[in-house]
C-alpha cells in the first residue's frame, strides 16, 4: 500500500495548475448514457474515480476511448460511446468503492426505461442516504423497488412521464439525477429546490448542449421539456473548485505564495471571501488566482452550507490551516453529521482542536509536527496533507488512495512548487 511521506517547513512558490473537477466529471460522464452517439469529454482529470466510472460505463455496454494521453500532461480526452446498452445493473462491486456510481440511475431510467443499481458506498463522512433519489425518480413516473441490497427502477410503458419534483432539502446527487432523468421524459417535468452548485450548472449546459431543453440554469427551479431523443457533444469539465480551494488553503499554511492556473473565480467566491477573511492576499487575474500568505494567518469562524455558501469539500482543509492562524477559530458542520475524522490526526501533529457535536474550536498552535498520520476520507486526507507541508520534520499519510481518488497528480504538483513530498510504495 502506498504513503505520502512530507518533510514539512518549504515555503510553496511558484504556478500550480488547476485540473478539471471531479465531482463534475463524475456526473457529465453519466450523460453519455442518454444517448446513442458519442460523447467526448475534455478536461477529464486522472482520478481513481474518473477510471472507476470508466469501468461502470463498460459493463453497462458503453465503450470509452482515450485520446492523445500522454503520461506527462494534465487531464485527458475521453469520448464515450454507448451506441447499444448491453446492461442496466450497477453491480455493488463496482458502486460500493464510489458512491457516485448512483447516478446512472438517472439516465438509465431515461434511456432505457429500467434500471438496477446497487445501494452506494464511497467516504464513510456520515450518513446519506439515496432516499431523495428515489422519491424523486418516481414523481417523474417511475416504480421503484428495493430488495437485496438494490435499487430496481422501471418506467411503465418503458419511458417516464416527467412532473414536479419538490425537494425538502437541498441535495446535489438527487438534482443530477432528477435533471439526466427527466431530459428525456414523455412531458415536461420542474425540479423545485435544487441545488445550485457549478457542477450543477455544468451538467445542465451540458445537458443542452446535447439537445435538452433546460431553462432556470444556476437557480433553484429547473423546468425541462422532455425531448425524444438526445445528440452526442464535445464538452469542456470546468476547473476543480476544490483543488483549487485546497491548493491555496497549501500557500496558506505555508506562508507561501501561489499563481493558481486555470481557476473559475467565480465558483469559489465563499473560499475566496474565508481566505482573505483569514488574512491572505487573494488576487484574480484572467483565468488565475494569485493566494499571498506571507503575513500570517488570522482565526476565522465558517460554518458550511450548500452553494453559494462555504462549501462542506473545503472544511477539513481550512481546518487544517486554522490550526496555525493567530486566535481561536468556530468551524460548524452542517451537511454531514461525521465530517471531523480527521481531527484525533491533526491532534497527534500538535493541533489543539476541540469537537462538541457538529462545532469544532480550533485554537491556532505555534508549530506542528510530523507524525505517522491516517487519512479516513478524500477531504480529510489533504487536510492531513496540508499540515505535513508546514510541520516540523516528516509526516507519513497513510490510506492515500483516498487522495486518489479526488487530487490529480498531487505529489507532482506540490513538488513542482517547492514541497518536499513523495510517494513511497511498500510493494
Request: contains cysteine; glycine residues 12%.
Amino acid at each position: 500500500m502506498d504513503r505520502i511521506l512530507i518533510r514539512g517547513g518549504n515555503r510553496l512558490s511558484g504556478r500550480l495548475p488547476i485540473s478539471g473537477a471531479k465531482n463534475a466529471a463524475l456526473t457529465l460522464m453519466p450523460c453519455a448514457l442518454l444517448t446513442e452517439e458519442p460523447v467526448t469529454l475534455r478536461n477529464l482529470p486522472r482520478l481513481a474515480d474518473v477510471d472507476s466510472f470508466g469501468h461502470l460505463l463498460n459493463q453497462l455496454g458503453c465503450s470509452t476511448q482515450i485520446e492523445g494521453a500522454r503520461p506527462e500532461d494534465f487531464g485527458r480526452v475521453m469520448t464515450i460511446r454507448a451506441g447499444k446498452l448491453t446492461a442496466t445493473e450497477a453491480p455493488y462491486d463496482i458502486v460500493r468503492k464510489m458512491r457516485a456510481s448512483i447516478l446512472v440511475l438517472g439516465p438509465l431510467i431515461g434511456r432505457a426505461g429500467e434500471a438496477r443499481v446497487s445501494l452506494p458506498g464511497g467516504c464513510a463522512i456520515g450518513n446519506r442516504p439515496i432516499d431523495l433519489h428515489l422519491k424523486a425518480m418516481e414523481a417523474l413516473g417511475a416504480e421503484i423497488e428495493l430488495a437485496a441490497g438494490y435499487v430496481k427502477a422501471v418506467a411503465p410503458g418503458g419511458r417516464l412521464a416527467g412532473g414536479r419534483v419538490t425537494f425538502p432539502i437541498v441535495s446535489v446527487g438527487a438534482t443530477e439525477n432528477a435533471v439526466m432523468a427527466a431530459v428525456t421524459a414523455r412531458g415536461p417535468s420542474i425540479i423545485e429546490n435544487a441545488a445550485r452548485e457549478p457542477e450543477i450548472v455544468d451538467l445542465c449546459n451540458c445537458l443542452v448542449a446535447m439537445g435538452a431543453s433546460i431553462s432556470g440554469i444556476g437557480t433553484e427551479t429547473l423546468e425541462i421539456e422532455g425531448r425524444d431523443r438526445l445528440h452526442g457533444a464535445t464538452y469542456a469539465v470546468m476547473p476543480d473548485r476544490i483543488e483549487a480551494g485546497s491548493y491555496a488553503c497549501a500557500a496558506a499554511i505555508t506562508g507561501g505564495s501561489l499563481e493558481l492556473v486555470g481557476v473559475a473565480a467565480d465558483d469559489m467566491r465563499a473560499t475566496i471571501a474565508a481566505l482573505i477573511e483569514a488574512g491572505v492576499t487573494v488576487e484574480e487575474r484572467g483565468g488565475s488566482l494569485f493566494v499571498d500568505a506571507r503575513n500570517g494567518l488570522a482565526p476565522l469562524t465558517l460554518s458550511t452550507a450548500p452553494f453559494p455558501g462555504f462549501a462542506t469539500d473545503m472544511q477539513a482543509q481550512f481546518m487544517a490551516m486554522l490550526t496555525l492562524a493567530k486566535g481561536a477559530s468556530v468551524l460548524t458542520e452542517t451537511i454531514f453529521e461525521n465530517r471531523y475524522m480527521h481531527v484525533p490526526e491533526l491532534a497527534r501533529m500538535g493541533a489543539d482542536i476541540q469537537v462538541r457535536g457538529r462545532t469544532a474550536v480550533v485554537r491556532g498552535v505555534e508549530k506542528l509536527v510530523g507524525a505517522p498520520v491516517m487519512a479516513t476520507d478524500l477531504r480529510a486526507s489533504m487536510s492531513l496533507i496540508l499540515a505535513g507541508l508546514a510541520a516540523e520534520g516528516e509526516t507519513q499519510v497513510q490510506r492515500v488512495y483516498h487522495l486518489d481518488r479526488g487530487y490529480e497528480r498531487l505529489e507532482e504538483k506540490l513538488s513542482a512548487v517547492g514541497a518536499d513530498i513523495e510517494r513511497v510504495s511498500d510493494g
